[in-house]
């Protein structure tokens, strides 16, 4: 059954121009069908950020991860390469690791079958009976790219080339020099809505000065009447604008960032990577947000935090990093999470009406028509 065969009216007019679109349909954000999909549709054939490289950074370490309901592994073996493969013993499906440390091979916790940190078999005990030959079988392989010091996989082996999905963002992504930093901590926040209500509000800035009243929200400097989105290709953006950084007051806590030297002090800029990134830039820090489904109505937010090299000579850096995440996630936490939980209650009902779409709207109303495109082709199409 196609779940979007009902929706056929409300998508076209999603799809219309911006002026004259509307949001999508509730249904989307609160329907099992829909929700696998996306999996099949979205998080199973694309580029997907897994991992910062520091935290995987020396030979034998791994980490564990999920992303929708998938378990997979990135290990990097004695000469330095990196993995990536499904946490699934090749016997009876078991993972065979947890967590995240460093290791010499894997053992499944079942029936003792043995991998390198590569994910080849290395060892089937008490399988010398068995006419299937399995030596140096692979645990299923994800593809793997480096990209900036981020490490995306993707569990499609004919996905399109890394560098194919990445060129749209080369070029207008000069100011996300991630590569340049260094990575501190990833903090996760989960949220009980779906998760494209919160990938739509990491873009707007419509509800900045009103949700945020007490927090960030005098902090853009910038004409929102005058301010325009640039739309890249498969649901991309990025804009600039003004802004002070992310801290209590808006004061700058941490060093410039050094490319940025010589530029305003309220240099900002944000993009978008679809389908669930958002990357932020202020004068004293970069982060990248990363939104996972957990099911319909349960997501999770991660939020990697970098800053310039020289910060961590500050023997104060960790109380002000301490300050910096306590005032970003707060705001998160308590003005953004509560009021998306409340848009996901308003998907359910069936008195919901999705209402038209501002200018300030337009990065959202680019990525959920990308978004139409990937998960039903034919949904309103234009």
């Known amino acids: 059954m196609n779940p979007f065969a009902s929706m056929q009216d409300a998508l076209a007019r999603t799809r219309l121009p ?3 679109a509307r949001q999508l349909p509730g249904a989307l954000y609160s329907s099992p069908e829909v929700a696998a999909l996306e999996k ?3 998080f199973m054939t694309g580029w997907l950020l897994a991992a910062r490289v520091e935290e995987i950074a020396q ?4 980490k564990c ?6 378990s997979f592994i990135i290990a990097r073996d004695e000469a330095g390469t990196l993995h990536a493969y499904m946490n699934m013993c090749l016997h009876r499906g078991v993972p065979i690791a947890e967590g995240a440390g460093n290791a010499r091979d894997f053992s499944c916790p079942y029936h003792a079958w043995l991998y390198d940190l590569s994910g080849t078999l290395t060892a089937s005990p008490y399988m010398g009976r068995c006419e299937i030959d399995m030596k140096g079988a692979q645990l299923t392989r994800l593809q793997i790219a480096l990209w900036r010091g981020w490490i995306f996989v ?3 082996p004919a996905v399109e080339p890394f560098a194919q999905f990445i060129a749209p963002y080369e070029h207008e992504l000069w100011w996300f020099r991630t590569d340049e930093c260094r990575f501190y901590k990833r903090e996760v926040l989960g949220v009980d809505c779906n998760w494209k209500l919160l990938v739509e509000n990491l873009i707007d800035i419509y509800h900045v000065p009103v949700l945020h009243a007490g927090s960030f929200g005098g902090f853009l400097k910038s004409d929102r009447n005058a ?8 649901g991309g953006w990025t804009y600039e604008q003004k802004s002070r950084p992310h801290s209590t007051g808006g004061r700058q806590m941490f060093p410039t960032l050094p490319w940025l030297e010589g530029m305003p002090p309220e240099t900002s800029m944000k993009a978008g990577l679809y389908p669930n990134l958002n990357l932020s830039l202020r004068y004293d820090s970069l982060r990248m947000w990363q939104i996972l489904p957990i099911s319909p ?3 999770e937010l991660h939020m990697y935090s970098l800053f310039a090299h020289s910060a961590f000579d500050d023997p104060d ?3 002000k990093y301490d300050e910096y995440q306590r005032f970003i996630l707060g705001a998160i936490a308590n003005e953004d999470g509560p009021m998306v939980v409340k848009l996901q209650k308003a998907m359910a009902s069936p008195f919901y009406v999705p209402g038209p779409m501002a200018h300030l709207e337009g990065a959202v109303h680019h990525l959920i028509n990308h978004y139409l495109d990937v998960v039903s082709p034919t949904a309103g199409a234009r």
């Open 297 to 299: 109505g349960r997501t």
């Open 65 to 70: 991860l999920e992303i929708a309901g998938e």
């Open 317 to 319: 850096f960790a109380r």
């Open 18 to 20: 911006r002026e004259r």
């Open 40 to 42: 099949e549709r979205i």
């Open 154 to 156: 993707s569990f499609d």
């Open 59 to 62: 030979p034998g370490d791994f």
């Open 227 to 234: 301010l325009e989105f640039k739309l890249l290709p498969k």
